[in-house]
């Protein structure tokens, strides 16, 4: 089992940046794929971007590709979600995830942590 915590949101002025962070505290968490994901008020949470135990093969939703960048570092049990050239749009609550091995769904998931960009 995984526990993540989510660090690192506040607010920005548009075309600023921010680095939220997901620490990791259970067994085994370089064999887990880390997602982040967002959740707009009254809109369905939607996936942002993702990271294999290997770090070598992160992806990203469209809406966000060029502008974030993902990170791991095992030794550290934290993934790091670099926001760069930020939109009001981007506005949302980031939660990251787990997902083991094989597993076609996420299975661990934060409590989410604030980001807000303003015009």
């Known amino acids: 089992q995984v526990q993540l915590v989510e660090s690192g949101g506040g607010s920005v002025q548009a075309g600023g940046s921010l680095r939220v962070s997901c620490v990791a505290f259970g067994r085994a968490f370089n064999r887990y794929t880390i997602g982040w994901f967002r959740q707009a008020p009254g809109k369905e949470r939607e996936f942002v971007a993702a990271v294999g135990w290997s770090s070598g093969n992160p992806y990203y939703a469209d809406s966000v590709q060029g502008r974030f960048a993902i990170s791991r570092d095992n030794a550290k049990n934290t993934v790091y979600l670099q926001m760069n050239s930020l939109k009001p749009e981007d506005t949302a609550l980031y939660y990251c995830?787990?997902?083991?091995?094989?597993?076609?769904?996420?299975?661990?998931w934060g409590q989410g942590t604030q980001v807000t960009v303003s015009s």
């Open positions: 995830a787990a997902r083991g091995v094989g597993a076609e769904k996420y299975d661990y």
